[in-house]
């Protein structure tokens, strides 16, 4: 689970979804909780480094955790079918937490990953139970959220999953801040959007195996 975690920092890197030591990531596993820790550069992270804890949040081993270790407790509690939360903080995705309360199903791939409507949670600092709170509630069953002036968080089955839904976030944000700017666009209705979600949890997913 640690090397997952190095492999996935240097991912989001590489992908410009952050900069300096913002952002984190973490793996459920059996009953450990694998996180980034806090304020260590990725390019310096070592699997040593990686922070455990358990489900309620005890510190077991590596540095101290993430500060968004709450908000990852709580939708591992909430959501019994995610093991990778990534947490990163994109142009795209963030700008449409400014001026938007959702983004709306506008494309197939968005849909079937994410869910058809991506909800931006409301405001609350960073670290808090209150953010925690926020993002579970407007998270619901889909595998991405909108951070109000802050950023993005996707969630995954397994890391895979989790990383994907992040650039397929971050592209869908873009095409509607285009859309948005040209001032005319279509969507997908909702029986479609619906459609399209359920076909992609039922039959089109791919799941690692050693996921719990």
Known sequence: MKKKILEASKFIVENGLVKGTWGNISIRYEDKIYITPS????DILTEDMISV???RGNHL?????SSELPTHLEIYRTREDVNAIVHTHPIFSTTVSLVAD??????EDSVMILGSKILVAEYALAGTEDLA???VKALGNNNA?????HGLITVGVDIKEALTASLVCEKTAEIYLYALNIGKFSTLSEEDAIMLRNKYLNSYRQIEKDVR
């Open 53 to 55: 804890v358990d489900l």
């Open 61 to 65: 081993e590596g540095l101290k955790p």
């Open 39 to 42: 304020g260590i550069p990725y």
């Open 145 to 149: 959220v909108l951070l109000k002036n």
């Open 133 to 135: 709170i926020n993002v």
């Open 102 to 107: 959702y983004i709306p199903p506008l494309i």
